[in-house]
């Protein structure tokens, strides 16, 4: 699963990676706090997740809130 973060350019991101990729489950959201909660209904507790953005954009503040033990655990 990508979840492509930030606006039109997010859902450009979005478009070209299903467009590279059909079988690969792509969502595009608004902000972080919109990521985190997508990120919150789609992961299970066995998937391994990559965070993975511009520096500006603060990818290191969803890992933290993703990592913690009771974000999946109706920390919602």
Do not use: C, F, W, Y
């Amino acid at each position: 699963m990508l979840i492509a973060v930030g606006g039109d350019d997010a859902q450009t991101m979005a478009d070209a990676a299903q467009q590279g990729n059909p079988r690969l489950k792509v969502v595009a959201a608004r902000d972080l706090d919109h990521a985190l909660s997508l990120a919150r209904e789609t992961i299970q507790p066995e998937d391994i997740v990559l965070v993975k953005g511009s520096h500006s954009v603060g990818p290191e503040h969803t890992a933290e809130r993703l990592a913690q033990r009771d974000t999946m655990n109706d920390d919602r």
